[in-house]
């Protein structure tokens, strides 16, 4: 029972309290890029999600296998793989997803929240724990950028859930995709800004603030952007071994 | 023996798990290429038959000296009635690769964008309707406005004239590479 | 001129931070002193460089020919990474005043999606090998330009009475949204010089 339990809270840490974009601030790069839709940020997650499972399942099952040496290189390889098979499936199943993302699929592989993953928790667990882990990651990465994806779209395009018909065909559903909140030739015209870099940037950053402000109440702190801590790398950086930070170390060369 | 098993025993171990990555690569191409190759065949078809709604059946597939790809569009007799040609040009964001379609008096029927990358809300609007309806009639030497079109002439996308004009510039290419010329 | 624009256009209109959001975790990590951003933009713009000049040949002339190319990720990800504990270890041992200055940002830039996207980026451009140079070291330029001017706009943050619920992150944010409304700006600017 009292597995089942924590099995539960490994699951549920990564939806909120440990929500990789919003407190941990881990892969930037695509909750910035690919939220222009519901529809991207929703492809988007799953496919992280999925190779973040994965992963962590090969990584936790080999972890007394692979030496310590080299170990970036050989989960750089296993994530790689899971990635480059992720983005066929994609290619072959949802091409218009494949289209959308673009090189973001790819990117994946250094996405930080899957090699964090792996240094942080599957080489110290058993394989459940990093699968409940990693899904529990996957699903708090995908609602995140879902949350960016529909406040971007909404307001950018005035679109919700606009190319869903790429998704759902693969559940053999068809006719749905998405609903016009704002029409070609309506008096208002949505806010072209929101889609594009700068609007991603903003709502990232009112997102953030919401996020701290929760977290505030519950009287936790506030997400801040690890630098070193939160880097996946963490372990392998010769500073931080010796106690130092990579900002304060050049400060220390200079002087 | 210790040296061995300090500097063999991690490169034998990263090497096995390339090796089976590789393998697990391997397989997933050999199962999903085909899957990928019959998905962009399948949708070309589908394009074909949007951007020249009157052909019944289309001919073989060639590739003329400049890179253009055509296709003969056919009717029910299997009589040449015009060609639907894929060009590609550079977009904002890349290379936009564009279907059109030219009946023998060198008139665009329908145009498709098959593949790009441009900014979401920006350039990636020229995948509407609305836009790709204006190239349906248009003749060779058409200039991209930002004002009301008049005749052919090409409204230019909000914020995007990079993107209008190098669809304008790949029908334009369609156009030349269909225009009457007698291929194969 | 077509390496001109090429560099230009990495460097200012598809800036890889503000346009193309590569790079974005040492953009908001790093980005905190003068000296710590200009560093590290160093070590990217060399490791761009790099890594191009040698994943490039071997894509083209290795995967490609042998229809391998679903194992390009995989084999760049791993170029680029021995590459950056290769280029350590030299520094470390032959050059240390170097390694002082750029050696300690080395271990960071292999999980930088900036540098597995601009070899892949190339890749998909179909450039030539001195586009992808040229475009991978206009993209490094970019990513400084863009850390400078970053690290720049949150020195002055520092001194500012930001509200309470902004502090912190989000306020950064916001100022980078702002940072990158300025670079848009520079849309077809190249095109406008050049073309």
């Given amino acids: 029972m009292a597995e089942k339990k924590s099995l539960r809270k490994e699951f549920t840490k990564g939806l909120i309290s440990e929500n990789p974009t919003m407190r941990l601030v881990l892969g930037t790069c695509p909750t910035l890029a690919v939220t222009t839709s519901i529809v991207n940020a929703l492809g988007m997650g799953i496919s992280a999600m999925i190779v973040l499972v994965c992963s962590n399942i090969a990584i936790s099952a080999l972890r007394k296998i692979i030496p310590d040496k080299v170990r970036i290189p050989a989960y750089i390889v296993i994530i790689a793989s899971f990635v480059t098979i992720v983005q066929m499936i994609v290619k072959a199943f949802i091409p218009a997803l ?54 971007r779209e909404i307001i950018g395009a005035g679109t919700i859930f606009a190319g869903a018909e790429s998704l759902l065909s693969i559940a053999g559903i068809t006719g749905f995709d998405g609903i016009t909140l704002i029409g070609e030739n309506s008096a208002i015209n949505p806010m072209t800004i929101f889609i594009l870099a700068p609007g991603g940037f903003f709502t990232f950053g009112i997102l953030m603030a919401c996020a701290n402000k929760l977290a505030e109440s519950k009287g936790k702190p506030k997400a801040e952007l690890g630098g070193c801590s939160a880097c996946p790398m963490a372990k392998n950086c010769a500073l931080l071994n010796k106690g130092e930070n990579c900002e304060e170390k050049k400060e220390e060369a200079k002087s | 023996m210790k040296k061995f ?135 060779s030497g058409m200039t991209v406005t930002k004002n009301a079109p008049a005749e052919n002439e090409i409204k230019a996308l909000t914020g995007a004239t990079i993107t209008t004009k190098a669809v304008t510039a790949a029908v334009e290419a369609a156009i030349e590479a269909s225009g009457g010329e007698n291929i194969g | 001129m077509t390496y001109l624009s090429i560099l230009l256009t990495a460097i200012l209109t598809a800036n890889f931070v503000l346009s193309k959001f590569l790079g974005i975790c040492p953009f908001l ?70 390694y002082n200055a750029l050696g300690i940002y080395l271990p960071l830039i292999t999980t930088n999606c900036a540098v597995l996207g601009v070899v892949l980026l190339n890749f998909t451009e179909g450039y030539t090998y001195l586009e992808s140079l040229v475009n991978s070291v ?50 077809g600017l190249v095109e406008g010089i050049l073309g």
């Fill in chain 1, 98 to 151: 494949d289209k959308s993302l673009g090189v973001f699929l790819p990117l994946i592989v250094v996405n930080c929240i899957i090699l964090g993953r792996a240094e942080a928790f599957a080489n110290k667990n058993g394989v459940i724990a990093s699968a409940v882990d990693g899904l529990g990651m996957g699903v708090g990465f995908t609602i995140a950028l879902c949350c960016m994806g529909a406040i």
């Fill in chain 2, 5 to 139: 098993k300090e500097y063999a025993a991690p490169t034998v171990v990263l090497l096995i798990i390339c090796i089976v990555a590789a393998f697990l690569l391997a397989v997933t191409n050999n199962v999903t290429a085909p899957k990928i190759a019959q998905v962009n065949a399948e949708n070309e078809a589908k394009s074909r038959q949007v951007v020249f709604a009157d052909a019944v059946g289309f001919g073989e597939e060639t590739t003329n000296a400049d890179g253009v790809r055509l296709v003969p569009a056919l009717d029910a007799n299997g009589t040449t009635i015009g060609y639907v040609a894929i060009t590609v040009e550079k977009g904002y964001g890349g290379d936009i690769s564009v279907m059109t379609g030219v009946d023998l008096d060198g008139k665009v029927t329908g145009v498709s964008i098959l593949s790009m990358s441009e900014t979401a809300g920006l350039g990636a609007n020229a995948t509407k309707e609305s836009f790709l309806q204006q190239f349906i009639g248009k003749i």
């Fill in chain 3, 29 to 98: 990590g790093v980005s905190k002193k003068l000296n710590t951003a200009v560093g590290m933009s160093a070590a990217v713009i060399f490791v761009m460089a790099l890594s191009t000049a040698v994943c490039y040949p071997i894509n083209n002339y290795i995967l490609l020919p042998n229809g391998l190319e679903y194992l390009q990720t995989i084999v760049c990800i791993l170029v680029i990474a021995a590459l950056v504990q290769l280029v350590e270890l030299i520094l470390k041992k032959f050059m240390p005043p170097l």
């Fill in chain 3, 138 to 187: 206009g993209a490094g330029l970019g990513f400084m330009l863009a850390m400078v001017i970053f690290s720049g706009v949150r020195s002055r943050l520092e001194s500012c009475d930001v509200p309470k619920f902004l502090q912190g992150l989000p306020i950064v944010l916001i100022a980078a949204s702002i940072v990158s409304l300025s670079f848009m700006g520079f849309t």
